[in-house]
């Protein structure tokens, strides 16, 4: 079931159109991932549904409410990971805990909370002597300590190391399973596809495509790639004359072969009929990144 409804919506700026006619749905327990380059109009998005800016067009609801129409209650039940949040450098982590807490009625084990996000030594440090990358976490941290119906979170692993990235993976997913609703602005591929379950694909204030990962991947042609290093020098011709070839390319020792169906087989039968052994052979799946640069004409990267 759709807890948050987001239909037709647009925000301007002044007279440039940061979001123009976005709708999408997110189900209840779900990670809905909001996926594009800088400056595409993720984080307005989400502001618009946190009730943090005013809408010029279209309708947001979350657990029936309008974030303009109902913002405090809202508050109660939403939980916000703000980009970039800078608090006080002499606040504590435990009292930043105690005072965003004190803005819920519900508040979640603070105790808890800390020690899952690697932070329980931290609670007298003040914010300022944090690393960047215990800041992210207290960030999260205190979108969690109103135990939120709904968490939106923005950024969520920039500056972490991929340590630490991959534990907040592992605490996002527990967040979710323990029946949380999570909005995920990301621009990082591989958080998108190891935490959503579905993905908007956001560029200059439109949703090009909403789709699961896999479906997204899949929505870009059946190519398939065979990359290997061979044992003796041979024309590209050999390999351009096969029906299931299309491209080949030369990488240092290595030879890049894209194709259609059949690829592999195809490839391997001509190599061995004229005795070139394939060392380190690979085959590459089409990527999410793939998809992305197919379905946007950009990479994420730049
Ligand atoms: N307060 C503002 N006033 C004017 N323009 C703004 C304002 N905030 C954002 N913009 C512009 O609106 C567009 C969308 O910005 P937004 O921050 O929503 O994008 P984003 O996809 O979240 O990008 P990023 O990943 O860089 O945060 C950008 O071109 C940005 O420069």
Avoid at 16 to 28: H, I, K, L
Avoid at 42 to 49: A, D, G, L, R, S
Avoid at 99 to 125: C, V
């Amino acid at each position: 079931m759709a807890i948050i409804e987001v239909k037709d919506l647009v925000k301007d700026y002044g007279n440039f159109r940061a979001v123009d006619g976005v709708s999408f749905e997110v189900d209840e327990g779900e990670i809905f991932g909001i996926l594009g380059p800088n400056g595409a109009g993720k984080t307005t998005t989400v502001e618009c549904v946190e009730g943090l800016r005013n809408r010029d067009g279209g309708s947001v609801s979350v657990l029936g409410l309008d974030p303009e129409r109902d913002g405090a209650e809202l508050r109660q039940v939403l939980g916000i990971q703000l980009q970039e949040s800078r608090l006080p450098d002499r606040l504590r982590v435990g009292e930043a805990l105690d005072l965003y807490g004190s803005f819920y009625r519900e508040r979640a084990n603070t105790d808890q909370l800390l020690e899952k996000l690697g932070l329980d030594a931290k609670r007298k440090t003040p914010f300022g002597k944090l690393s960047g990358g215990q800041q992210q976490r207290l960030s999260i941290a205190l979108a969690l300590v109103g135990n939120p119906r709904v968490a939106v979170l923005d950024e969520l692993t920039t500056g972490l190391d991929p340590q630490a990235r991959r534990d907040t993976w592992d605490l996002i997913e527990e967040v979710r399973d323990s029946g949380v609703t999570i909005i995920l602005v990301t621009h990082f591929m591989d958080e998108a596809e190891r935490l959503c379950d579905r993905l908007a694909v956001v560029d200059s204030g439109k949703i090009v495509a909403l789709d699961t990962p896999a479906g997204l991947t899949a929505r870009v042609s059946v190519e398939q790639r065979v990359r290997f290093r061979p044992s003796a020098a041979f024309p590209d011709s050999l390999l351009l004359d096969l029906p299931e070839v299309a491209r080949v390319e030369r990488s240092g020792p290595h030879v890049v072969v894209t194709g259609g169906e059949n690829l592999l087989q195809a490839v391997a039968s001509v190599l061995a009929r004229n005795q070139i052994v394939a060392a380190d052979l690979r085959v590459e799946q089409v990527s999410l990144d793939d998809a992305f640069v197919a379905l946007t004409g950009k990479s994420l990267e730049n």
